[in-house]
T-cell receptor, first 114, second 114 residues
C-alpha cells in the first residue's frame, strides 16, 4: 500500500525567511497531493493541493512542487510570518476506487522565530 | 456557513467504559470521514461514509468500535469498551463528493482513557 514519509519533523526558521517541507510517496498510482495545516486544538485545514497532471502550483506565499518521477513533493512557504507556526501534514491518494483513501505523513512542526 | 461540528470536545473516561462521539458535517456534504489522530502523528482513517453507506471501514476495529450515519447526515462513533490505547483525538471530516474534493475537518474530540 501507499506510504508517505515527511521531513523534517521539526523546522525552525527566522521570521521572513523561507520554509521547505518535503514528502515522498511510494505508490506511483497516487495522483492527488494535499497539504494541511493544523493549529493547536484545531482540526487540519487544507492550504494547497496539487494533482499529478501539474508540476507546480502557487497561492500567494505558498507553493507546492511535484516530481512524479522521483515520487516526491514539497511545500514552500516564503516570507514566513508568526501565524505560519503550526503542524503541516502532507498526504497522498490514488484515483477514486473502492479502496482509496488519503495516506498522511507524520507531520512537520514549523516554528517561526521572531 | 457553519463548519463541521463535533461534540464533546474533551472526554475523560476509565477503561472498559463506553464512549460516543457525535459529528454534524457541513450541509450538503455527502461524504463523511472519521479519523483517529495519535499525538505527533497524522490522522488515520477509521471509516468513510458515502451518504448513509459505510464504503470503507477496513481500519475500524470492529470488536469495540461502531459507527452509524442515519439519514446520511450526522454521525456517531462509539467505543465499547474503551482501552488505554484508545486515547487520541477523534476527528470528523466531510467533503462534497469525491476523495479529491477538499476535506473539511471539525475540531476533534480529545479522548483520555484512564
Amino acid at each position: 500500500g501507499e506510504n508517505v514519509e515527511q521531513h523534517p519533523s521539526t523546522l525552525s526558521v527566522q521570521e521572513g525567511d523561507s520554509a521547505v517541507i518535503k514528502c515522498t510517496y511510494s505508490d506511483s498510482a497516487s495522483n492527488y497531493f494535499p497539504w494541511y495545516k493544523q493549529e493547536l486544538g484545531k482540526g487540519p485545514q487544507l492550504i494547497i493541493d496539487i494533482r499529478s497532471n501539474v508540476g507546480e502550483k502557487k497561492d500567494q506565499r505558498i507553493a507546492v512542487t511535484l516530481n512524479k518521477t522521483a515520487k516526491h513533493f514539497s511545500l514552500h512557504i516564503t516570507e514566513t510570518q508568526p501565524e505560519d507556526s503550526a503542524v503541516y501534514f502532507c498526504a497522498a491518494s490514488r484515483p477514486r476506487d473502492s479502496n482509496y483513501q488519503l495516506i498522511w505523513g507524520a507531520g512537520t512542526k514549523l516554528i517561526i522565530k521572531p | 456557513e457553519a463548519g463541521v461540528v463535533q461534540s464533546p470536545r474533551y472526554k475523560i473516561i476509565e477503561k472498559k467504559q463506553p464512549v460516543a462521539f457525535w459529528c454534524n458535517p457541513i450541509s450538503g456534504h455527502n461524504t463523511l470521514y472519521w479519523y483517529r489522530q495519535n499525538l505527533g502523528q497524522g490522522p488515520e482513517l477509521l471509516i468513510r461514509y458515502e451518504n448513509e453507506e459505510a464504503v470503507d471501514d477496513s481500519q475500524l476495529p470492529k470488536d469495540r468500535f461502531s459507527a452509524e450515519r442515519l439519514k446520511g447526515v450526522d454521525s456517531t462513533l462509539k467505543i465499547q469498551p474503551a482501552e488505554l490505547g484508545d486515547s487520541a483525538v477523534y476527528l470528523c471530516a466531510s467533503s462534497f463528493g469525491m476523495l479529491t474534493d477538499t476535506q473539511y475537518f471539525g475540531p476533534g474530540t480529545r479522548l483520555t482513557v484512564l
